[in-house]
């Protein structure tokens, strides 16, 4: 997909996070947690914005060259800044991705994968990205409530996000549901069409979304359709310290082969 100007990346970033203050500025290989995402997003849509509530995150993409807009620390999740953002800078471009400040290790090419599914079908409204489950994994790492897994439709549509494992194999031992069914993981990247993206901002929680705590459940409740491409390439979303040291793990054990 080539670059388009009606095409924009923005990053929700907030330095206040309850299980790992001060993420964004956390380094890997030298450089800041949120430098990752932003440069792999410019690299597939060739524009991006960080969207913060702190001016120490502010301060820290525009000493990298990036730009940043600030948005008010009430928003209650990462959606709630993007729209801000959105609106503070114009409304700039027809589709707006949400790259997730979390994913140092995104591709570009999931990225541009996320945003090519809306900019081929004007049908779609949202779109967002699936992880063919890898069985070489474990089949126990799919019990994690933290790693959200997802069902599709044979047009690729989203049916349903959940914490537990979905969908359920009758009359099967759990050891051999992988040899029956493939499973996919929701990968927390969004496109959305500009005014679609505008009118999450007044939808009311539904019954689902409050269960889970996933607010993709809030969108389908309210009849928005959510299309997907998918990824076979893990992108290990860093959530707490803890995942933080095992990335540079990772990379120590691969810096020394």
């Known amino acids: 997909m080539s670059r388009s100007r009606d095409i924009i990346a923005i990053i929700p970033s907030r330095y206040g996070s309850t299980r790992f203050p ?9 450089r800041p947690m949120i430098e990752h995402v932003y440069r792999a997003a410019v690299a597939a849509l060739g524009r991006a914005v960080v969207a ?4 120490r995150i502010a301060e820290a993409v525009r000493g990298f060259g990036g730009e940043a807009v600030m948005t008010s620390s ?7 800044r993007v729209i801000e953002a959105y609106r503070k800078l114009g409304r700039p471009a027809g589709i707006v991705v949400n790259v997730q400040g979390d994913e140092p ?3 570009p090419g999931q990225i541009e994968s996320v945003a090519r599914v809306l900019a081929d079908n004007p049908e779609a409204q ?15 790492s799919l019990f994690d409530p933290n790693r959200v897994k997802m069902v599709r439709d044979a047009e690729g549509r989203a049916l349903y996000f959940s914490r537990s494992i979905v969908p359920y194999v009758r009359d099967v031992a759990w050891q051999e549901w992988i040899d029956r069914v493939m499973f996919y993981i929701h990968v927390g990247l969004y496109a959305y069409r500009g005014e679609v993206l505008e009118s999450l901002a007044g939808l009311e929680p539904s019954p689902l979304d409050r269960a889970e705590n996933l607010e993709q459940l809030r969108w389908l409740h309210h009849g928005y359709t959510i299309h997907t491409a998918v990824t076979t390439t893990r992108t290990y979303p860093i ?14 054990q691969d810096a020394n082969l």
């Open 22 to 30: 001060g993420k964004p500025l956390a380094m890997i290989s030298g």
């Open 52 to 55: 913060t509530d702190d001016e």
């Open 74 to 80: 009430d928003c209650p999740n990462g959606t709630a």
């Open 105 to 107: 290790f995104i591709l």
């Open 126 to 140: 949202i779109a967002t990205l699936a992880l063919r489950f890898d069985p070489a994994e474990g089949f126990e």
């Open 239 to 252: 959530d707490t310290p803890a995942d933080l040291e095992k990335c540079l793990h990772i990379e120590r």
